[in-house]
């Protein structure tokens, strides 16, 4: 696909998106990935990097290998992730400890809209499909209540956070940043991230690298040989994700940050009984967003 220096900053913002998401405990950066239309593209793209495409790489085939892996876009999308994730790791941990019902609200907004949106992406609905959908709702709705573990801080356990949680991220609906918290490493990553503690990011890296480039595979696989089943999984999946992005909760377990913050761990979903209104404006908001957003795509589909 022929790019302009226009295309690659949008698809830096796009990436950014992703970025954004990637850190919030609850969103999927492949649930923006899906709402900004480059989801096939960044699987097929990932799955691109295999012995084939290396092999050019060590025989300096650069050119070739660049243009077999869809370098340029990758690039970009990871270069709007990292920005992402390092300029806004600490506002957002920050907002959701001191406005969570406003930043819940306005996520739950953009992941209802999404999973509205994926689903009509599947070209017919039969039996399969439905039981799949439910499947993914369940898988996803589990995933949100189940308690955080106490896991170890060895390198090699972190190598595999890595390669679970960014199965996860590419995954619409299920956010690697709660698979994280499931394995009781999410702060513990974050607070890496913050105070740019260089081995265990990298070691989380090279998990995360591991991880996606296999997992790629299967995906890519599923979308090209049962599209309308594997979709429906992924809806599923953002519609059982709601559960962890309702924005109203109460307190259940709590945890002291490093700088001796208390802050929530586990939570249950609770009628809303505060700032009701404000929260139904930030979800309407997310949705128009989505659905903004979706019309951006389908002009620059039929360009």
């Known amino acids: ?15 950014m998106g992703m970025g954004a998401a990637d850190v919030v405990p609850g969103v ?11 989801y096939e593209e960044l699987i097929d793209s990932i799955k ?12 300096g085939k650069i050119a070739a290998f660049w243009k077999a892996i869809n370098a340029n876009f990758l690039l970009s999308i990871v270069a709007g992730i990292g920005i992402s994730i390092f300029s806004l790791a600490k506002l957002i941990t920050w907002l959701l400890v001191t406005h969570p019902i406003l930043v819940w609200a306005f996520f739950f907004g953009l992941v209802l809209a999404s999973t509205w949106f994926v689903s009509k992406d599947i070209k017919q609905w039969n039996w399969k499909s439905i039981l ?13 209540v189940a308690t955080p573990a106490e896991t170890p801080t060895n390198l ?14 590419i995954l619409p609906g299920i956010s690697g940043s709660f698979i994280l918290v499931l394995l009781g490493k999410y702060f513990y990553i974050m607070e890496a ?17 591991l991880g996606i480039t296999s997992f790629s595979r299967i995906l890519s696989f599923a979308l090209r040989r049962f599209h309308d089943t594997t979709i429906a999984v992924l809806a599923g999946f ?16 709590t945890y002291t940050d490093s700088h001796g913050v208390i802050k929530p761990l586990v939570e249950a979903n609770i009628l809303p009984d505060q700032l009701v209104w404000e929260a139904v ?8 967003i989505v659905y903004f957003l979706e019309k951006l795509s389908m002009k620059e589909a039929k360009a």
């Not at 696909?1 to 990436?15: A, E, I, P, V």
């Not at 999927?28 to 480059?38: D, E, K, R």
């Open 1 to 15: 696909m022929n790019r302009n220096l226009k295309d690659y900053g949008l698809l830096l913002l796009k990436g």
């Open 132 to 144: 799949c959908f439910i499947i993914g709702a369940v898988i996803a709705y589990y995933i949100t």
């Open 48 to 59: 691109s990097i295999n012995g084939a495409s290396l092999k050019l790489l060590f025989t």
């Open 238 to 253: 953002m519609l059982g994700s709601l559960n962890k992005v309702w924005p109203w909760k109460e307190t259940i377990e």
């Open 193 to 209: 991230v913050k105070t740019f503690n260089i081995p265990v990011m990298l070691v989380f890296i090279c998990g995360a690298v």
């Open 281 to 288: 404006g930030l979800m309407i908001f997310g949705f128009a």
């Open 156 to 169: 090699f356990f972190i190598f595999l956070c890595g390669a679970i949680a960014i199965c996860a991220m």
């Open 28 to 38: 999927s950066g492949g649930t923006i990935a899906f709402i900004v239309g480059i």
